[in-house]
């Protein structure tokens, strides 16, 4: 995975889904049941307990739901190199992390770092962050991406934080490569109790509404 194949898919989809779950009873059918939702790219959290052990078995099963599943909340370069070594398709982060983003630049791996003012941005993008995270999204709303435009023309933006079905469509209005969707989509009730049906049916929803 490339950050221009990263790109494709998210613009098609228009949006990523993040989960953040006290268990997860199967990665590969979680990453199932939201590719047959319509939603193909899958951001497993450092915020889950076993993270990698999760990612792992949802890399070795890509064959079957292909889904591409990536790593968020990546802190440390450790953390960075075991979300890689564990399959990780590319990696988020929720502010600017260097380290990370060396570790991600050497394993040829996308990763997408959080900013959120001006300043933050041009450094994310001088780290070598082809797709930029504004985090949280729902403090400055969607005009924000829209006025981030002007200083930096053609930036991929992701939205994360706040984002729901009844809003989505005006970050993507606003210019925003894709929207991150967090407990509408994947409510950590949900995901612990593998109710995968559910899960598909809120990802279908999500999309219609994009």
Same mark, same amino acid.
Request: negative net charge; charged residues 20%; hydrophobic residues 45%.
């Given at each position: 995975?490339?950050?221009?194949?990263?790109?494709?898919?998210?613009?098609?989809?228009?949006?990523? #889904? =993040? &989960?953040?779950?006290?268990?997860?009873?199967? /990665? !590969?059918?979680?990453? $199932? +049941?939201?590719?047959? *939702?319509?939603?193909?790219?899958?951001?497993?959290?450092?915020?889950?307990?076993?993270?990698?052990?999760?990612?792992?078995?949802?890399?070795?099963?890509?064959?079957?739901?292909? #889904? =591409? &599943?990536?790593?968020?909340?990546?802190?440390? /370069? !450790?953390?960075?190199? $075991? +979300?890689?070594?564990? *399959?990780?398709?590319?990696?988020?982060?929720?502010?600017?992390?260097?380290?990370?983003?060396?570790?991600?630049?050497?394993?040829?791996?996308?990763?997408?770092?959080?900013?959120?003012?001006?300043?933050?941005?041009?450094?994310?993008?001088?780290?070598?962050?082809?797709?930029?995270?504004?985090?949280?999204?729902?403090?400055?709303?969607?005009?924000?991406?829209?006025?981030?435009?002007?200083?930096?023309?053609?930036?991929?933006?992701?939205?994360?934080?706040?984002?729901?079905?009844?809003?989505?469509?005006?970050?993507?209005?606003?210019?925003?490569?894709?929207?991150?969707?967090?407990?509408?989509?994947?409510?950590?009730?949900?995901?612990?109790?593998?109710?995968?049906?559910?899960?598909?049916?809120?990802?279908?929803?999500?999309?219609?509404?994009?």
């Amino acid at each position: 995975m490339n950050n221009s194949e990263l790109e494709r898919i998210l613009a098609e989809d228009r949006t990523l #889904a =993040v &989960v953040r779950a006290k268990a997860i009873p199967d /990665a !590969a059918r979680l990453a $199932e +049941a939201l590719a047959k *939702g319509g939603i193909r790219t899958l951001e497993l959290t450092f915020t889950t307990p076993d993270v990698t052990r999760h990612l792992r078995r949802a890399a070795e099963t890509a064959g079957d739901h292909g #889904a =591409v &599943v990536g790593v968020g909340t990546v802190m440390t /370069a !450790a953390q960075a190199r $075991e +979300a890689i070594d564990a *399959g990780a398709q590319f990696l988020v982060t929720p502010g600017l992390r260097p380290d990370v983003a060396a570790v991600a630049r050497e394993a040829g791996v996308p990763i997408s770092l959080g900013a959120m003012t001006p300043t933050e941005v041009a450094a994310a993008l001088d780290l070598g962050s082809e797709i930029v995270k504004i985090f949280p999204a729902r403090q400055l709303g969607p005009q924000y991406l829209k006025d981030l435009q002007g200083p930096f023309p053609g930036i991929k933006l992701l939205p994360s934080g706040g984002v729901d079905a009844g809003n989505a469509r005006g970050y993507l209005d606003a210019g925003a490569l894709a929207v991150c969707c967090g407990t509408s989509v994947v409510p950590p009730a949900a995901v612990d109790a593998g109710d995968w049906d559910d899960i598909t049916a809120r990802a279908k929803a999500f999309v219609q509404a994009l």
